[in-house]
């Protein structure tokens, strides 16, 4: 299982939101190139790079901080989101590197878009799925829609994404716990790879998501325990390679 670093972009500097709560950060590093150094070297395999801003604004706005990481750390596998609204965001981020493109409001608000970039990108195209009371919400998680993440993530499985992530918006940023249930239900669900999302407090959140032995599971974000040195990125590999 991938344990992923995230790195959340706004205004260049590297945050971490409460609950996708743009009025609630922490500021953590005004260098995000430096933080993607510090958790390659602890033996991230992947970094989870999201362009806050662009989520907001629906088109990229962190993009030169992610295509100089593209650039430097090009043996990392990244995938990126925040703002990716059209055909030509997705180019321009592969283009520079980046391995998968993370589409989250247009996959609810335009499905036919993921089904396009699917077909013109195959096997470089993520959905972001993140829920709120079991609706998904949009537009950097500012507005909630009236769909649900199962029936979403049925319907995308038959475009040949790549894999889905799934948050629980309550939980992100807030040092929680995982929603392992609901993770595990729809890695269940779907044959396509779940990404565990929102809320992991402690290296135990790691060891009861290995415990669901639901091979579904590809992987999971990793957000303020790491930048609050609630887990060692090392100490929890180790324990995943175990596993």
């Not at 790195?7 to 933080?35: A, H, Y």
């Not at 077909?119 to 799925?129: R, S, Y």
Request: negative net charge; contains cysteine.
């Amino acid at each position: 299982m991938l344990l992923i670093p995230a790195i959340d972009l706004k205004q260049g500097k590297c945050v971490r939101l409460e609950q996708g709560d743009m009025k609630k950060e922490t500021v953590f590093s005004n260098n995000p190139i430096e933080i993607a150094e510090r958790w390659i070297s602890a033996g991230a395999k992947r970094l989870h790079i999201i362009d806050l801003d662009g989520a907001i604004e629906g088109s990229p706005i962190n993009i030169k901080i992610i295509e100089q990481i593209a650039a430097t750390y090009s043996n990392v596998t990244l995938q990126v989101g925040g703002g990716i609204r059209d055909e030509e965001t997705v180019q321009n981020y592969l283009d520079a590197g980046v391995k998968y493109t993370i589409i989250g409001t247009k996959a609810v608000t335009d499905p036919d878009f993921v089904s396009s970039q699917c077909a013109k990108f195959p096997g470089h195209i993520i959905v972001g799925l993140d829920a709120k009371n079991g609706k998904l919400a949009v537009a950097g998680w500012s507005k909630l829609s009236e769909y649900n993440a199962k029936d979403v993530a049925t319907h995308f499985e038959k475009d040949g994404i790549a894999a889905v992530i799934y948050t629980d918006i309550s939980r992100d940023g807030m040092m929680q716990g995982l929603n392992i249930p609901q993770t595990d239900l729809l890695a269940k669900s779907i044959n396509t790879p779940v990404i565990a999302s929102g809320g992991v407090n402690s290296i135990q959140d790691i060891k009861l998501l290995c415990e669901a032995n639901n091979p579904g599971i590809q992987g999971v974000i990793l957000g303020r325990s790491l930048y609050e040195n609630a887990i060692d990125l090392a100490e929890a590999q180790k324990l995943v390679d175990k596993q």
